[in-house]
């Protein structure tokens, strides 16, 4: 066997079994470069299975493997990595039980792995047999917590609510509100359909300990499922009174504050949301989007749309910026909508729609400039959006750049499929391109093709 070879397995055998090294630090027993005798039948058949997987022949792969594991003898270690890569061939090939053997061979030979745990629970996950998931997620829960979320999950696919609900508490208090574990709470409130019980519950445990804020807040939620607004109303002005710090409380009292009239402390209660570090993006904008919607049915609350924005600036949210431009445009406040439009492109120049739009009100005010370059740089990240270089087109034909026009336009043709409007658009923009250049000869040939399109009403 060859150096390179022999150093070559060293690294894979190492890369294999790092996370068991990196969790044992200094134990002397865990495996690195200590690989004992390696034979050139087990390294070519070892790395012929490598190569067979990286090219998706996994059945030559297992053919390959299996002669490894002959040519091994009976080294534990290599026999572990053999059995490693074949649990991963035989689940590509959907033969989950094959895989679950050999993972768990795995695991006898060589002790908890955080890969091989990891490779297990997908077998477990694809077959759907939860119930096999649980221990195996529960130990991976020690290594990476954010395996909890996983766990929450797999109690309610199992109908195990209470440890759920337990679970999903506890991920509240120490991450803050989420959005996804508050709609899985709710599918097991709904499922349970014992809402009331739920209730008695929370009070009972609130009666006991007033001070955990997360009790509070469910209780809140169901109270606003049952459609007991003042109870839940009630509910959030009695954990912001013991608990005048609370954060997450605000997530409540805004709405409630809103559909009362109360606009100066729903305004302060938003004020505390945009500006926490324990409530979710997801959540803030769930909050903009009401004020949104308030707004648009009582009008008169552009400066206070306008001052929501800085709660955001740390973010760079383009998704901000678009909803108030969104906000300001069906008011007919299109300078306003494109100022917005503009800030949410800068932080998110992959938000297709905000481009989009962004682009068509340059074009609509008359600046030409600014849409042939942005339509440019959009073009590298939407190459295929024939209406951007529709756009870049007639920007660039009234900045006097007609041949980056044209050729903008010939192109746009190409990713053109099924749009006669805007077929006809593209000529009648080519028409004007090589009419400013001079050739009329070109100019009419497209002129007649934009008036060949017929656009039914």
């Known amino acids: 066997m060859t150096y390179k070879y022999s150093y070559i397995l060293v690294i894979l055998f190492g890369m294999i079994f790092m996370p068991e090294v990196a969790m044992a630090q200094e134990d002397d027993d865990a495996p690195t470069d200590d690989l004992g ?14 190569k067979q997987k990286g090219i998706e022949n996994y059945e030559l792969a297992l053919t390959a493997l299996r002669k490894a594991e002959m040519a091994a003898k009976g080294d534990a270690v290599n026999i572990a990595v053999v059995h490693f890569e074949m649990g991963k061939n035989y689940s590509k090939l959907k033969q989950y039980e094959d895989a679950e053997m050999m993972y768990n ?11 091989v745990l990891e490779a297990l629970y997908d077998v477990y996950y694809e077959q759907q047999d939860y119930t096999a998931a649980i221990p195996l997620v529960e130990k991976l829960t020690k290594y990476d917590a954010d395996y909890r979320e996983d766990l929450a999950n797999l109690y309610h696919r199992t109908e195990q609510y209470e440890k759920a609900l337990e679970l999903l508490d506890e991920l509240d208090e120490d991450w803050g509100e989420s959005a996804m574990r508050n709609a899985l709470r709710r599918q097991i409130y709904k499922v349970t359909g014992n809402t009331e019980g739920a209730i008695t519950n929370l009070e009972d445990k609130i009666d006991k300990n007033p001070q955990k804020e997360q009790d509070y807040l469910n209780l809140i939620f169901l109270y606003s499922e049952q459609g007991k607004t003042e109870k839940a109303f009630e509910t959030a002005k009695e954990l912001l009174k013991n608990q005048p710090d609370s954060e997450l409380v605000h997530l409540a009292l805004y709405k409630f504050y809103l559909d009362a009239g109360d606009i100066e402390k729903a305004l302060n209660s938003m004020d505390v949301v945009f500006s926490s570090t324990e409530v979710d993006k997801d959540s803030k904008y769930r909050v903009l989007g ?3 919607g308030y707004a648009n049915e009582n009008p008169g609350y552009e ?4 001052a929501i924005v800085d709660k955001f600036s740390t973010e760079n949210s383009g998704q901000v910026y678009e909803q108030l431009g969104l906000y300001f445009f069906a008011q007919g406040q299109k300078e306003k909508a494109l100022q917005f439009y503009e800030k949410g492109m800068a932080n998110d120049p992959d938000n297709y729609s905000l481009v989009k739009n962004t682009l068509l009100l340059q074009i609509e005010f008359g600046r030409y400039q600014e849409a042939a370059a ?4 959009s073009l590298e990240i939407f190459p295929a959006q024939p209406l951007l270089y529709l756009i870049n087109g007639v920007a660039n034909i009234e900045i006097d750049q007609l041949d980056q026009a044209i050729e903008s336009l010939e192109t746009g043709l190409d990713y053109l499929l099924d749009d006669l409007k805007m077929e006809k658009d593209f000529y009648e923009q080519l028409s004007i391109a090589y009419a400013r250049k001079g050739n009329d000869t070109k100019a009419a ?13």
């Not at 005798?37 to 490598?50: I, R």
């Not at 695991?107 to 792995?113: A, D, I, P, T, W």
């Not at 942005?374 to 740089?377: G, V």
């Not at 040939?445 to 009403?457: D, M």
Request: hydrophobic share 35%; net charge negative; charged share 25%.
């Open 37 to 50: 005798n390696v034979s050139d039948a087990f390294q070519e058949n070892f790395f012929e299975g490598l």
């Open 105 to 115: 061979q795995v695991l006898e030979s060589q002790g908890e792995r955080l890969d």
């Open 290 to 292: 009401d004020f949104i």
């Open 303 to 306: 400066t206070q749309l306008e």
């Open 374 to 377: 942005n339509s440019s740089l």
């Open 445 to 457: 040939s497209f002129s007649k093709k934009a008036s060949e399109i017929n656009i039914a009403n």
